[in-house]
């Protein structure tokens, strides 16, 4: 059972931003995960004020665990609309949990180039790695069991929220 009230997840967009903004690059790009990473890094576009195109990668194809889930019912086309080959990337997602997710987009990523660097900016990071991976921007850090999944949906307006799932 929730024993806190959900964060405002604009208010976090608005935080995250703030955590980008100093060690922004000219030439910087966002790259969102399908799809609470797409609506995060779309909002954050807004807010850091950036002229450039987000990316948008579905990881569907890269999971490690694709054979045993098989494909997702809503795979989104990835849209790399500029050259990744030597650029500074920050990597947006809503939740980070495993890894897993983080890993496939990064190989991903690299099926278009090679990357400057990647940094990675998430919502929530709910802990329980499987991977040696973090986030280098984090607006709230919670402690989730593991039967709990922390979903980020885009409401009327497209404005962002959170909600929990309990599984059995």
Not at 32 to 43: E, L, P, Y
Request: overall charge negative.
């Amino acid at each position: 059972m929730l024993a806190f009230e959900l964060p405002d997840a604009e208010t976090q967009c608005a935080e995250l931003a703030d955590l980008i903004r100093p060690r922004l690059q000219p030439d910087m790009v966002l790259v969102g995960i399908h799809s609470g990473g797409a609506w995060v890094a779309r909002r954050l576009r807004e807010l850091l004020g950036l002229r450039n195109e987000i990316g948008l990668i579905d990881v569907s194809f890269y999971r490690d665990d694709y054979r045993a889930r098989g494909l997702h019912a809503r795979v989104k086309p990835s849209s790399i609309p500029f050259d990744v080959e030597g650029r500074p990337l920050i990597l947006v997602d809503d939740v980070l949990y495993t890894g897993r997710t983080t890993r496939a987009a990064i190989n991903e990523l690299f099926d278009y180039g090679r990357p400057a660097s990647i940094q990675l900016a998430v919502l929530a990071d709910r802990g329980r790695r499987q991977l040696p991976i973090c986030a280098d921007f984090c607006a709230w850090r919670v402690d989730l069991d593991a039967s709990q999944e922390l979903i980020l949906s885009a409401e009327t307006g497209d404005r962002l929220q959170w909600s929990l799932a309990e599984h059995a």
